[in-house]
């Protein structure tokens, strides 16, 4: 874990972050900007600026799968904030999804298709409990089945 107290600027944390792993031969370096508010303007251009000075390999957005067609709105805004404050002529945005509380939903699903479907965008993993070990490949075979009930 690369951190560096609240308050700070999120875009050089990264930058830090990211040259910190280089030099230490890390494959992987997760930026995890903390429950960013889709609404809260201040921290989404945070996010935005995070994203054009460090240009990641991925955005990943992260929601949670119980709050249905909410997390349509929320991603919908996500992708938005990246357009209208990135400052740049191509602005990026997400790459995937990764939904929370997955194995809390049962049959109500449609928000998870309707994510994939506004954004053209993979949910990549289900979290399907409270640690890093409970994100799971999305199946969506399962998820077929259960909108079918077969």
Do not use: C, W
Not at 10 to 25: E, H, L, P, V
Not at 98 to 116: H, Y
């Amino acid at each position: 874990i690369f951190e560096r107290g609240y308050g700070k600027d999120s875009a050089t944390i990264a930058k830090d972050a990211i040259a910190f792993g280089a030099a230490n031969s890390f494959d992987v370096v997760l930026i995890d900007t903390a429950g960013r508010m889709q609404d809260n303007e201040p921290l989404m251009r945070a996010l935005a600026k995070l994203v054009s000075v460090n240009s990641p390999d991925k955005i990943m957005f992260v929601g949670e799968a119980l709050v249905g067609n909410e997390a349509v709105d929320q991603l919908e805004k996500f992708n938005q904030a990246l357009r209208d404050f990135s400052g740049q002529s191509k602005p990026r945005h997400i790459d995937g999804i990764i939904l929370t509380k997955f194995d809390t939903i049962d049959d109500r699903v449609g928000a998870a298709l309707s994510m994939t479907y506004t954004t053209g965008q993979p949910i990549i993993f289900v979290g399907t409990g409270q640690t890093y070990t409970d994100l799971r490949k999305m199946n969506v075979s399962q998820v077929i089945r259960t909108l079918l009930r077969v």
